[in-house]
C-alpha cells in the first residue's frame, strides 16, 4: 500500500472510527487497483512443457449483428367463402396438417337443400325436354305429310330449344349448389403446421374472414432488416451466420432473397435468410444474423494462452530482459483457427507461454 493510501485510510478511520475502516477494507480500499496492461513481474526460466507464441497482427472480417425474426416463407390464411355458422374446427394450434385435410367444417344444412332443389328442378326439365323432342318428331312426321303447317313446325323447333337452354341453366344451378355446399368442408390448402386458431364452434363466420393460420415449418427463414449501405453488398445465395438465442447455437444459412426497396425511415432493407430444417425452430423466433461489414486489424494469441480468474484475464509472457511476467489482457469475442483477440495489454511481437494442451 502506498504512503498516500494509508494517510488517507488513517485519516478515515479517525474521523469515521473503526467500523469505517472496516468497510473501507472490505470494498478494496487497502489494495491497489491493476488496469489492464499492468505487468506482475515473475522470475525464472520457462516452465516445463511450455509453448511460446506470438502475438500477431492480423486483417479479419469486421461483422455488424442485425436483428431479425424467424418466418415461414409459405404462410397461409384459411379463411371462409361463404356465410355460415362453424360447426367443427378439426385442429388446434401446433398440430400438422396435410394438404387436402378437412380442418373446418360449417354449417350445411341450407346448403344440402339448395343441392336438392337444384337436382329436382333438373330433373323436371330433362322431362321437358324429353316431351320436346318427341312432339318435334312427330310435328316432322306431319310436315312430311303436308297434315301440319310450317308454322306449327317452328314453334316445336322453339320449344324445344328453350328446353335445351333450360336444362344446361340448370345444370350450372346445380354444379354452383355442389361447390356452395363443398365450401362447408375448409380444407388445408397447404401441408404445414396450424400456428393461430382464430374461431371457434357456434360462431358465424363471414367469408374473407380467417379461421387458421398455417405455415410450412420445412422453409424457415429469417427476415432481418440490413442498413442500405452493408445490404448493397451482399448476393442472393451468399452464406450468414445466423445465432438463435433460444437455442444458444450459431446456424448457417443462404440468402434466399433481398427485398429490392429501402425502409425511407430506417434506411434499411429487408434480407431473408433460408434456414436448415430444425423441428426447434419455431415461426416468430429471434435471431440474429452476422452481416459482413468490411475489415480490420485484430492482435491474436492462442486462446489457451488466456487464464481466467474471477473477471480477470492473464497471459503469461517470456521476457529476454525480465525473464517470466504475468500480465492483465482484456479479450474480444473473435475467435479464430483456436486463437482469440486481444483488445488491450499486449503489444505485436510480444511472446506469451502457455502449457501445451491448456485450454481458456
Given amino acids: 500500500m502506498t504512503r498516500s493510501v494509508m494517510r488517507r485510510t488513517l485519516e478515515i478511520a479517525a474521523g469515521l472510527g473503526g467500523v469505517a475502516v472496516v468497510v473501507v477494507w472490505l470494498s478494496g480500499g487497502f489494495t491497489e487497483r491493476m488496469a489492464p496492461g499492468d505487468a506482475t513481474p515473475g522470475a525464472g526460466a520457462l516452465p516445463a512443457g511450455a509453448v511460446v507464441a506470438t502475438v500477431e497482427r492480423k486483417l479479419g472480417p469486421v461483422f455488424e449483428w442485425a436483428s431479425g425474426t424467424i418466418a415461414s416463407a409459405t404462410r397461409t390464411v384459411v379463411a371462409s367463402r361463404i356465410l355460415a355458422r362453424l360447426e367443427e374446427v378439426r385442429v388446434r394450434a401446433g398440430d400438422d396438417v396435410a394438404k387436402g385435410d378437412i380442418v373446418v367444417v360449417l354449417e350445411s344444412q341450407d346448403f344440402q337443400a339448395r343441392v336438392a332443389q337444384a337436382r329436382d328442378a333438373l330433373k323436371a326439365a330433362r322431362a321437358r325436354l324429353e316431351l320436346a323432342r ?215 511481437g510480444e511472446r506469451v507461454v502457455y502449457k501445451s494442451g491448456g485450454s481458456s
Fill in 134 to 348: 318427341a312432339e318435334k318428331g312427330r310435328v316432322e312426321k306431319l310436315l312430311q305429310k303436308a297434315v301440319t303447317t310450317k308454322q306449327r313446325y317452328d314453334q316445336v323447333m322453339a320449344d324445344l330449344r328453350a328446353a335445351e337452354a333450360e336444362v344446361n341453366r340448370l345444370k350450372e344451378s346445380l354444379r354452383e349448389a355442389r361447390t356452395q355446399l363443398s365450401y362447408t368442408e375448409i380444407r388445408a390448402p397447404v401441408a404445414g403446421r396450424v400456428v393461430d386458431r382464430l374461431a371457434e364452434p357456434g360462431e358465424t363466420v363471414v367469408p374473407g374472414r380467417p379461421l387458421l393460420r398455417i405455415y410450412d415449418p420445412s422453409a424457415l427463414r429469417v427476415e432481418v432488416p440490413v442498413r442500405e449501405s452493408l445490404a448493397v453488398r451482399l448476393d442472393v445465395g451468399a452464406l450468414l451466420r445466423i445465432d438463435v438465442p433460444a437455442l444458444s447455437e450459431v446456424l448457417d444459412g443462404a440468402i434466399d432473397e433481398i427485398v429490392p426497396y429501402a425502409e425511407p425511415g430506417a434506411r434499411t432493407m429487408l434480407v431473408k435468410v433460408a434456414l436448415p430444417r430444425d423441428a426447434r425452430l419455431y415461426s416468430g423466433m429471434f435471431a440474429r444474423a452476422a452481416i459482413p461489414a468490411g475489415e480490420r486489424a485484430r492482435l491474436l494469441v492462442p486462446a489457451a494462452a488466456v487464464e481466467r480468474i474471477g473477471q480477470l484475464e492473464f497471459v503469461t509472457l517470456a521476457d529476454a530482459a525480465r525473464g517470466v511476467e504475468r500480465r492483465v489482457v482484456t479479450t474480444g469475442k473473435y475467435r479464430e483457427n483456436g486463437r482469440v483477440e486481444v483488445l488491450s495489454g499486449l503489444a505485436e
